[in-house]
C-alpha cells in the first residue's frame, strides 16, 4: 500500500525558513515525477513544486524564487525548503505524485507563518 509521511512544519515568523520531508513508499517514488501541495483554509489544494526522478523542477509562480524541491531517489524522500516565508503561505503541506492520479493522500504537515 502507498504510504506518504510528512514532517518538518511548524509555526514562523514571516522571513523565516523550513524545510518539510516526506518519505514515501517505493511503489510510488521510483518512477513518478513527486510534488508539494498545500491546501490553505476555504481552498482548492494547489501543486506549488515538483520535481520529475531526473531532478527537472517546476514551480508556482506564487513561490518560484523562494522554495526549493529536491529529492533523494535512494532514499525514497522529497524535500521542500521554504524560505522568506510570507503569511499566505500558510497551508497544510502534502507530498504526492505530480502530473498523475495521486496515490492515497498522507496527512500533511501544518505552515503556519505569522506576520
Known amino acids: 500500500q502507498a504510504q506518504l509521511v510528512e514532517s518538518g512544519g511548524g509555526l514562523v515568523q514571516a522571513g523565516g525558513s523550513l524545510r518539510l520531508s516526506c518519505a514515501a513508499s517505493?511503489?510510488?517514488?521510483?518512477?513518478?515525477?513527486m510534488g508539494w501541495y498545500r491546501q490553505a483554509p476555504g481552498k482548492q489544494r494547489e501543486l506549488v513544486a515538483s520535481?520529475?526522478?531526473?531532478?527537472?523542477?517546476i514551480y508556482a509562480d506564487s513561490v518560484k524564487g523562494r522554495f526549493t524541491i529536491s529529492r533523494d531517489n535512494a532514499k525514497n524522500t522529497v524535500s521542500l525548503q521554504m524560505n522568506n516565508l510570507k503569511p499566505e503561505d500558510t497551508a497544510v503541506y502534502y507530498c504526492?505524485?505530480?502530473?498523475?492520479?495521486?496515490?492515497?493522500w498522507g496527512q500533511g504537515t501544518q505552515v503556519t507563518v505569522s506576520s
Open positions: 504526492n505524485v505530480a502530473f498523475r492520479t495521486p496515490a492515497s
Open positions: 517505493g511503489s510510488i517514488f521510483s518512477i513518478n515525477s
Open positions: 520535481i520529475s526522478r531526473g531532478g527537472i523542477t
